[in-house]
């Protein structure tokens, strides 16, 4: 195994079952309630259990009985564009393949089905659900050592092949910086969706750089000239414009999401915000 992979497998399993807290709930826990059978009415029966239809058909209360649905369908879908290899401390794609570790073993540790969809500018692979530990190492590693560079991401392509490919109800967790048109609304009526948003904190706060060259990750193009205060205003200005429509579409169709910069900790600050 590459070294970076096993840094990052060793990371990921000792933060999601080491002593401190593996102890405590889940990042995600069951969605439902699965129905087992009908019985007679006890005094003390929650009411609102009580089955009327066969209540009248044979004039005796009857209540629905249920057990606990907890095992899920946690599917995490990456996009690897060429944007996520930048990064100033550490490569965006280096973030995101450490949250599939994090994602991957929380869904092991809770009995639940972990699957993983990686994307670019079209599917790259689509892992069958899983509950062994070796299937959250081995996407944790392809993720790694994936190559972005050149690699157009392709939202629309994302969304649809998610669509058609993860056919059962899931807890979907889609991963990817989101610069870009993306269109949720189809997916967020099949799925339960959780949104990771993945930045470099300079991607989002440029500062002055004067004359150089910059070279297109998701092409082969490049172009220099002066990075001036002027441009940057226009550059942070038209990020801003790009997040504000991703936030309406979270809330218009009742989407959780979190942000996570290359410098923070992913596994404290998703254990923030999904609690």
Known sequence: MNKRAKRLVLKTKKQVFGEMMGNNPSLFQGEGFEFAELREYIYGDDVRKIDWKTTAKLSKPYVKIYHEERELNVTVCTMLNGSSYFGIK???SETMAELVGILGFSAVKNGDLFSHLLYADRLYNYSKPSKKFFSVTQELERCLLFDPLGLKGDFAGWCDTIYKRVAKRSLLFLISDF?????????????DLFCIIVRDRFEEKPENLGYLRL?????EGSMEGDMGESLMKEYRKAIKANDKKLYEQFRENAIRYAKIYTDEDPFIKLSKRMR
């Open 90 to 92: 550490r490569p965006k």
């Open 179 to 191: 610069i870009g048109d993306i269109d949720l609304k189809l997916l967020s009526k099949k799925h």
């Open 215 to 219: 070279v297109d990750m998701e092409g």
